[in-house]
């Protein structure tokens, strides 16, 4: 996208201009991608930091559930909204997203 927000000038700054290594964290199950991983796995370019991942991998565990390792199932659009960044794009449309991953990060 050619959206310019303020979650660009963030994610410029945290991880550099390639958009692609851009980190993000699952509010639910805490698993860290890269914009890569969504587009390795298969998925749309909609669900970067919308969903978590593992919605495109095999075996990936229940969002809800305390079993299981790695990714999980996690839908940003489904019942439980629980994306905690709201971004305003510039033509206007709102979206939630996952939070950057900052760990690591000076």
């Not at 998925?43 to 079993?67: K, M, N, Q, T």
Request: with cysteine.
């Amino acid at each position: 996208s050619s959206d310019v927000c303020s979650s660009d000038l963030e994610g410029n700054a945290l991880f550099g201009t390639d958009k692609m290594a851009w980190r993000f964290v699952c509010p639910v199950c805490k698993h860290v991608a890269a914009a890569r991983d969504w587009q390795a796995a298969g998925a749309p370019a909609g669900a970067i930091a919308f969903s978590c991942v593992g919605r495109w991998l095999p075996h990936a565990r229940e969002a809800f559930s305390r079993e299981g390792k790695g990714p999980c199932n996690y839908a940003g659009g489904g019942l439980f909204k629980l994306n905690p960044l709201f971004v305003t794009a510039s033509d206007g449309a709102e979206h939630q997203l996952f939070e950057f991953d900052k760990t690591g990060v000076a």
